[in-house]
């Protein structure tokens, strides 16, 4: 998709809510629009310290003068530069640009309504150039995950783990804003096992979400040691059965997140486990979040090509997570080992 397309589909939000600009903010929109640009600084903020104004006639870069430089230079050279000094402000630059006129916003501002909800379905179906930039990313983060997991034996800390793992990611660009290394003990007992020290054991579990260019990789890799007990492997096995499932049969174009799901619980059941489904969310659509849109069984989005999804079946001790777009021609999975 073009700069022009994306302006395109802005501008006809505009006008639908009778506005004269719109300002994207979120670090998602904004590397949505700019093909990957980074408008963070403190990744903890959930406002970047640039903004894309679409206006009815033009399209700019905010920021302020401590930005500027490095959106010229690095982030969005190709786009103009709107700048305002720091100590005072966007206000006055935003009424000039504008012309005084209602603007909108992806977040809660005084400038005019929050149109995060329908700004965000525009970024849900990829173009090709971001595809081939989540082909890149998906092979590095499963290299990233491989590399940090042959350096670790069963007694291996936890947090040693997730350091292995944060800087296999950081090596190839890449953050984490979720990751999990959970010993044999933990991720048994529990489904999001944030590291806190101890042997890993003889199984392990390594779990990551890794950004690049505001597009999400989500990858689990289950580590054995030694020999799992019977009842382990059954569930690890029906946990790659279902995610198989999830990909080959559930996930086709047309359908509704909220149908794929009921296939879901339907594929536990013949795998042995019909509760199973209830222990965690079954994952969902993926992109610019690390899960755009969790399936459930009110979630009415339209499954279509050009969408990416992770789905992640999981059971007591055991859980199965990839990341894979769904093309004209079928899914193409993006984070093989």
């Known amino acids: 998709m073009s700069r022009e397309s994306r302006d395109e589909k802005l501008r006809d939000l505009m006008r639908e809510r009778g506005l004269g600009a719109l300002l994207l903010r979120r670090p998602a929109n904004f590397?949505?629009?700019?093909?990957g640009a980074d408008n963070r600084v403190d990744r903890g903020d959930p406002l970047g310290v640039a903004g894309i104004l679409c206006t009815t006639g033009s399209t700019y870069?905010?920021?302020?003068?401590?930005?500027?430089?490095?959106m010229r230079d690095e982030q969005t050279p190709e786009m103009e530069?709107?700048?305002?000094?720091?100590?005072?402000?966007?206000?006055?630059?935003?009424?000039?640009?504008?012309?005084?006129?209602?603007?909108?916003?992806?977040?809660?501002s005084e400038l005019g309504p929050d149109l995060s909800a329908e700004v965000a379905p525009l970024r849900y179906v990829l173009d090709a150039a971001?595809?081939?930039?989540?082909?890149?990313?998906?092979?590095?983060?499963?290299?990233?995950?491989?590399?940090?997991?042959?350096?670790?034996?069963?007694?291996?800390?936890?947090?040693?783990?997730?350091?292995?793992?944060?800087a296999a990611c950081r090596r190839r660009g890449m953050f984490s804003p979720v990751l999990l290394a959970a010993s044999a003990a933990r991720l048994a007992r529990y489904r999001h096992p944030i590291p806190r020290g101890?042997?890993?054991?003889?199984?392990?579990?390594?779990?990551?979400?890794?950004?690049?260019?505001?597009?999400?990789?989500?990858?689990?890799?289950?580590?054995?040691?030694?020999?799992?007990?019977?009842g382990t492997a059954h569930g690890q096995e029906a946990c790659a059965e279902i995610l198989r499932r999830m990909r080959e049969e559930a996930t086709r174009?047309?359908?509704?997140?909220?149908?794929?799901?009921?296939?879901?619980?339907?594929?536990?059941a013949e795998a042995g486990f019909p509760e199973g489904w209830r222990g965690?969310?079954?994952?969902?659509?993926?992109?610019?979040?690390?899960?755009?849109?969790?399936?459930?069984?009110?979630?009415?989005?339209?499954?279509?090509?050009?969408?990416?999804?992770?789905?992640?079946?999981s059971l007591e001790g055991a859980k199965a997570e990839e990341t894979f777009v769904l093309l004209e021609n079928g899914p193409e999975v993006l984070t093989r080992s």
Not at 31 to 35: K, N, P, R, S, V
Not at 281 to 297: D, F, I, K
Not at 301 to 311: D, L, S, T, V
């Open 198 to 230: 101890g042997p890993l054991g003889g199984r392990a579990m390594l779990v990551v979400c890794a950004e690049r260019g505001g597009l999400f990789a989500n990858l689990t890799r289950i580590i054995d040691f030694e020999e799992p007990d019977p």
């Open 130 to 166: 971001a595809v081939e930039r989540y082909r890149r990313l998906g092979a590095d983060a499963a290299e990233a995950v491989s590399e940090a997991a042959a350096s670790l034996g069963p007694e291996a800390d936890e947090r040693e783990a997730a350091a292995e793992l944060a």
């Open 280 to 313: 965690h969310h079954q994952g969902g659509t993926t992109g610019y979040a690390s899960r755009e849109v969790v399936a459930t069984p009110d979630a009415r989005q339209e499954i279509r090509a050009g969408q990416a999804f992770a789905w992640n079946p």
């Open 61 to 70: 870069v905010l920021t302020d003068n401590i930005e500027a430089p490095r």
């Open 31 to 35: 590397a949505w629009y700019t093909g």
């Open 81 to 108: 530069i709107a700048e305002h000094p720091w100590h005072e402000g966007p206000a006055a630059l935003l009424e000039e640009l504008t012309g005084g006129a209602r603007v909108g916003a992806d977040f809660p």
């Open 253 to 268: 174009p047309g359908r509704t997140l909220a149908e794929a799901f009921e296939d879901c619980r339907r594929f536990y």
